[in-house]
């Protein structure tokens, strides 16, 4: 079978995103005007009803509205990770797109949307656009996205393969609902048991968190030259999520011995939470961690535990009646953070401990199902991996 190397501009239509200024945007819909997305909107799916700009209807040209089968890549981002990413439009929408956009309108005589799409999200094609250019803003330029080179073969034989990755990832898309079922069913419980925080329906005593706290510290800077590949947990920001922790990218360090690195070092049941970005994420320690480090954007909690169980501390962070009370006193808005004054006078509520043992008890049988659910989703997107590099090498 032979497999010809086409330039991505000779099998579709790369259409440009809608500039505008700031003055010609509104955030509501007026007669006259048509909804534009950004690249927010990009995710998994097109999340077309999101983050909608409305421009004067004149800004936008027949060809810029967004048509199914239409692929939609973020090319312009402060972020690498962001650059690159791509979302398929289901049906025709009177919706078009913005500057830091771009649209792959594929030929269907000549390549198959759901092959093209699969070859934009393969490492081939995400190792290229992480070289993109721009030391601060991430950029691929349209002469240069429009001469990379697509792997193709016949035509029958690019809709088997997608077909294939299709069902592929149709399977690791259901494992990664059922985790954030998981994650839901929590919040829900904790609400259902303890109420809203910001309402206290169960009339809770409140207090402020420094009267729960053993210990209260922050990490510290510096850390960099001690990263090895083995030796003691370094916990950083990206390891910290809503109510649990992510251990995808944890690093390692080794740790000198000074009251600087003692003073940052975790112990079992400690609370984290982050201070200067993402308010909200918090996680509890658990006994493979305990013994590591943490870096400047965590504050460490320990808790008195006659008064808070450390998994309820954190699930009550991680609500968003705490994001409320972290958004007020975080007044310089989303580069500041919090102190810890602002973490002291965090006012909690005191739930009966008995009553925080049993979310814990609820929490720790999840967790130990969503453990499972990791395992396999983590599978998944291994077999993903492997049939994509796969497919575009002809060895599918």
């Known amino acids: 079978m032979i497999w010809t190397q086409c330039k ?51 800004k936008v040209k027949p060809h810029q509205f967004i048509r199914k089968n239409d692929i939609l890549m ?28 771009a649209g792959i309108r594929p030929d269907l005589k000549k390549v198959s949307p759901s092959y093209l799409y699969h070859f934009l999200n393969s490492p081939k094609f995400k190792n290229w656009t992480k070289k993109s250019s721009g030391a601060n803003i991430k950029n691929i330029r349209a ?17 088997r393969i997608a077909a294939i990755l299709d069902k592929a990832d149709a399977i690791r898309q259901k494992r990664k609902q059922a985790i ?21 329906p169960k009339g809770w005593e409140i207090c402020e968190l420094k009267d729960c706290l053993d210990f209260l510290t922050s990490g ?14 370094f916990i950083r920001i990206q390891n910290v999520g809503k109510n649990k922790l992510l251990l995808n990218e944890l690093a390692h360090v080794n740790a000198p011995v000074t009251r600087e690195a003692e003073r940052t070092r975790v112990k ?42 450390p998994q309820f501390l954190s699930a009550l962070l991680s609500s968003k009646g705490a994001l409320r009370q972290f958004k007020a006193k975080n007044k310089a808005a989303v580069k500041a953070g919090l102190n810890f004054d602002d973490i002291r006078t965090f006012e909690v509520y005191l739930p009966p401990l008995r009553t925080q043992a049993k979310y814990l008890s609820t929490y720790n049988a999840t967790m130990k199902n969503l453990n499972s659910l990791r395992i396999q989703h983590d599978n998944a997107e291994a077999f993903f991996s492997s049939l994509s590099q796969k497919a575009f090498s002809g060895k599918l």
């Open 74 to 101: 973020c090319t312009s981002s402060g972020s690498s990770d962001l650059v690159g990413k791509c979302a398929k439009s289901d049906a025709n929408y009177d919706i078009s797109f913005g500057a830091f956009c």
């Open 268 to 309: 079992v049941n400690d609370v984290l939470l982050s201070i200067t970005a993402d308010l909200g994420r918090s996680a509890v320690v658990t006994e493979d961690l305990s013994g590591g480090y943490i870096n400047q954007h965590l504050a460490l909690l320990r808790v008195k535990t006659k008064k808070l169980e």
């Open 143 to 159: 002469s240069e996205l429009a001469e990379f080179k697509i792997p193709l073969p016949p035509l029958d034989e690019q809709k």
């Open 8 to 58: 991505l501009s000779e099998v579709a239509t790369l259409i440009r995103g809608i500039t505008f200024s700031k003055a010609e945007g509104v955030d509501s819909p007026e007669v006259g005007r048509v909804p534009v997305i950004r690249a927010g909107s990009i995710q998994k799916t097109l999340l077309v009803n999101d983050g909608q700009i409305w421009v004067p209807e004149e």
């Open 180 to 200: 954030e079922l998981a994650d839901e069913f929590l919040r829900s419980v904790f609400l259902n048991m303890f109420g809203d925080p910001v309402t206290n």
């Open 220 to 233: 510290s800077r510096g850390w960099a030259k001690y990263y090895t590949e083995e030796g003691s947990k």
